[in-house]
């Protein structure tokens, strides 16, 4: 318990801010977005967000990921037998949030939009909170079932 308390303590708001305002830029899967006074991405987290785990062969999340997959393509299926489901897992963790919170009909004032709750990378930009943030482009540009 002690230890976790320290590693806690050690990545407070402040040590994040003071870490990602260090430079104007922060850099997410080889993009750079400027940096503001809503910035509050510490360079810890941004180490995580290239390692694309998911994507990793033999990684525990990517074995839960492909057997959905595989599941949800051998269940439902067009007339053709051809899997119903389209599968998308390349999407850039970088998202506005108008695409976080206000498509998904967020109120203004929800808890889920407090500063400490979220990743932002700038005024602008966030790191997504949840991947239904995708939903509302997806089917917009004509997907009605993805993964």
Partial sequence: K????????????????QIARSTSTIRVLGQD?????????????LKHTDKQLHNRKQHPLQIVKQRIVEN?????????????FSH???ISPVVTHDQNFDQLLVPGDHVSRRKQ???FINKDLMLRAHM???????IRS???CFL
Avoid at 72 to 84: C, D, F, H, T, V
Avoid at 132 to 138: A, F, G, K, N, V
């Fill in 2 to 17: 002690q230890w976790y308390q320290r590693r806690v303590r050690g990545l407070t708001a402040s040590s994040s801010l």
């Fill in 33 to 45: 977005y400027p940096v503001d006074d809503q910035t509050n991405v510490s360079s810890h987290l």
């Fill in 72 to 84: 949800m393509q051998a269940k439902y299926l067009w007339n053709n037998r051809s899997p119903l």
């Fill in 88 to 90: 998308y897992d390349n």
């Fill in 117 to 119: 709750d979220n990743y």
């Fill in 132 to 138: 239904t943030c995708h939903d509302s482009d997806m």
């Fill in 142 to 144: 004509g997907l009605d």
